[in-house]
């Protein structure tokens, strides 16, 4: 049997410190009793590519969810779970007779048929109804976690912006319901692998960074969840893998690439003297949604309204756009458009050699920048983003265009500023009665490892389409069976 703990974002650097001084008993246990190493995760180190190649045992140019956006025939949309191309482990394991229960994994809406209970987490949409499998076991687990939160409301932001610590003790209690809603279903049903991950930290991070304070309580109160999990697996016999899809670092500034790309001439402004007055008035999209919904009007109106007129209003945080040969739309994706360009080839070294050139104080901002085929293969490449780009630690992609390259890294429709960001490298704990003992692993282990991992805990066969491999040095034995 095997016990998957997910942590969002956890990284050594943060939670090191914590370990050695005590305060996180249970981390510090399995990780002495245990095997410790670090988890390199995907280009760009995103949630939704990240977890997936988790969960498939792929990397994003097999499985198709390459960044928070993804390319369908020359249109850019959300990467949800119905684009995915490779199955997820808890498929493959009920084919065998085994059962899984999941629980708030951030790629699994809408929930899907598996031999077991799955309970969806990240991209559930707001007040949806319809987040398990099966779905009469919905009431019950609303009971035992007090009301299951799904996932943060999108303008979570807005609420840190109102009161930080109202927002803190409110994103707490969305990971209170995630464990309560866990460790019911962990001990009163049937299962061979258990999985539960904890988008909390990740929440946090991006916001409260700084205030290592209150981070440290969240992690506190998490060991002490980990504490639980570990006398019900010693229960079971059950191993423990603990995961995070990437780390976190500090940030202090954003870096705006789209700026730099119309410098180049590759994204074309607006001079509109309509656009001008209109920004001059305070007439932007900003502030007319802001007051539509305060009027109860917004959901009307913007139906009603025609989505080019929408896209007339200007807004207050970036230049409007006329014509984008390539543009970054995502936190790290450079989209080009192969229409409005005569040499593909030449554009894509064009930006490369522009970006890596990015100095703030003398000192290189972007740490590298890939040609997809660089870091990804398999049928969905195209999907990806053109380019991906990675800053040096300490700096933030925005998408908007500013006068300027560089500014703080506020968020724009709070106004906050974001304090943390992702990194490539993760965490990595394997712990139980299969796994040797104070071992620190010397190669790292890519996220795509993670699925094979699991399905050769439970004695399973691994699919030969699969990336990953299997790391049997962490193990007393040869073979583990379920």
Request: proline share 6%.
């Amino acid at each position: 049997m095997c016990i998957r703990d997910s942590i969002d974002g956890v990284d050594w650097g943060l939670v090191n410190p914590w370990i050695e001084d005590g305060c996180l008993e249970y981390f510090s246990q399995i990780i002495n009793d245990g095997v410790k190493g670090t988890l390199v995760s995907t280009v760009p180190p995103f949630t939704l590519p990240a977890w997936t190649s988790m969960f498939t045992g792929v990397n994003p140019g097999k499985h198709g969810i390459t960044d928070n956006l993804i390319r369908l025939k020359n249109r850019l949309v959300p990467a949800l779970s119905r684009w995915r191309g490779k199955p997820l482990i808890w498929s493959l394991i009920g084919r065998k007779g085994l059962k899984s229960i999941v629980v708030n994994d951030p790629v699994t809406y809408p929930p899907e048929p598996i031999n077991g209970i799955m309970v969806t987490g990240f991209l559930t949409p707001p007040n949806s109804e319809v987040y398990t499998y099966p779905p009469e076991i919905k009431d019950e687990i609303d009971k035992a976690s007090g009301g299951y939160i799904p996932e943060l409301p999108p303008n979570y932001g807005k609420l840190i912006a109102h009161n930080r610590i109202e927002a803190y003790n409110y994103i707490q209690q969305f990971a209170q319901k995630t464990a309560y809603a866990a460790l019911y279903l962990m001990k009163n049903y049937e299962w061979n692998i258990f999985n539960v991950t904890f988008t909390s930290t990740d929440r946090l991070q991006h916001f409260y960074f700084h205030e290592k304070h209150l981070l440290k309580k969240h992690y506190m109160w998490l060991d002490s969840i980990m504490g639980k999990i570990m006398d019900l697996a010693s229960n079971e016999n059950a191993n423990i893998i603990v995961v995070s899809d990437h780390g976190f670092a500090p940030i202090h500034k954003s870096i705006h690439i789209n700026t730099i790309l119309a410098k180049e001439g590759l994204i074309k402004i607006k001079n509109n003297k309509l656009h001008r007055t209109m920004l001059k008035l305070n007439l932007n999209a900003e502030n007319i949604t802001r007051f539509l919904k305060r009027m109860h009007l917004h959901e009307i109106i913007t139906k009603i309204i025609p989505e080019n007129l929408k896209q007339t209003l200007p807004s207050k945080h970036s230049k409007p756009i006329a014509k984008a040969v390539a543009k970054l739309y995502t936190g790290a994706g450079i989209f080009i458009n192969k229409n409005l360009c005569h040499n593909y080839q030449t554009i894509r070294n064009l930006i490369i050699q522009k970006l890596l050139s990015i100095k703030d104080n003398n000192r290189r901002a972007i740490a590298k920048v890939y040609k997809r085929e660089e870091v990804l293969w398999g049928p969905y490449i195209t999907r990806a983003p053109d380019l991906f780009v990675i800053p040096k630690e300490g700096y933030y992609l925005s998408t908007a265009i500013k006068d300027k390259i560089f500014s703080k890294p506020i968020q724009p429709e709070s106004g906050i500023q974001r304090t943390g960001d992702h990194r490539m490298k993760g965490i990595f704990i394997a712990y139980g009665p299969d796994i040797k003992e104070g071992i620190k692993l010397k190669k790292s282990i890519f996220t795509w490892d993670v699925a094979p991992l699991i399905l050769h805990m439970l004695g399973l066969p691994i699919p030969n389409y699969m990336d990953g491999h299997i790391r049997k040095e962490i193990f007393k034995r040869k073979r583990v069976c379920s």
